[in-house]
């Protein structure tokens, strides 16, 4: 059975910088996209960053454009989020997930539970 | 990125039919046959309903329902039953490698 496990959320300071870790396990990891969706307290999902198999297609929301770095170790069957300058509105529960396709579309086949990262002084 | 706009709320009662609506523009939902529907119950992960427009995953039943015409998708569940309530998401492709979702809808099984 295809799992993902987030870990790395926490509380933060703005401004500050923190790296999220997805472990997969139950799939051929290198043959799918990945992508990571957030929800803040009381809102709905937003899609975050999605990396293709190979790692030759990457995207970003406006919103994190330039602040978050997406990338994949296939040899460790893991995703990571690299989050910089981290500000109050990015306070969410981030989900770790795979896509059924190798590059990044939206078919989004299993999700993790999530890890919460919260961003207050 | 402007998020796709869906209904904030619908309801009906069992036995009943829904449809939720998603309306994107030329550059995510008219400009790819790549709409996603999700169910999101609080406190459990999503799951994904209908995929390409109008594709159920296995193990999905077959009251759900996809379609598409221009910029707008729409979700359409039959025979609904009291464990269809939940929130509903749609996603689109866009243009860019980018993805988009909806603002969400809240369905309320009467």
């Known amino acids: 059975e295809a799992q993902l496990v987030e870990s790395g959320g926490g509380l933060v300071q703005p401004g500050r910088s923190l790296r999220l870790s997805c472990a997969a396990s139950?799939?051929?990891?290198?043959?799918?996209?990945m992508h990571w969706v957030r929800q803040a307290p009381g809102k709905g999902l937003e899609w975050v960053s999605g990396v293709s198999w190979n790692i030759g297609t990457i995207g970003y929301a406006d919103s994190v454009k330039g602040r978050f770095t997406i990338s994949r170790d296939n040899a460790k069957n893991s995703l990571y989020l690299q989050m910089n300058s981290l500000r109050a509105e990015d306070t969410a529960l981030y989900y770790c997930v795979k896509d059924r396709n190798f590059g990044v579309v939206n078919v989004m086949d299993v999700w993790g539970q999530g890890t919460t990262v919260t961003v207050s002084s | 990125q402007s998020a796709l706009t869906q209904p904030a709320s619908v309801s009906g009662s069992p036995g009943q039919s829904i449809t939720i609506s998603c309306t994107g523009t030329?550059?995510?939902?008219?400009?790819?046959?790549?709409v996603s529907w999700y169910q999101h119950h609080p406190g459990k992960a999503p799951k994904l309903m209908i995929y390409e427009v109008s594709n159920r995953p296995s193990g999905v039943s077959n009251r759900f329902s996809g379609s598409k015409s221009g910029n707008t998708a729409s979700l359409t569940i039959s025979g609904l039953q009291a464990e269809d309530e939940a929130d509903y998401y749609c996603?689109?492709?866009?243009?860019?490698?980018?993805?988009?979702f909806g603002g969400g809808t809240k369905l309320t099984v009467l």
């Open positions: 996603s689109s492709y866009r243009s860019g490698s980018t993805v988009l």
């Open positions: 139950g799939f051929t990891f290198d043959d799918y996209a």
């Open positions: 030329s550059s995510d939902i008219g400009g790819y046959n790549y």
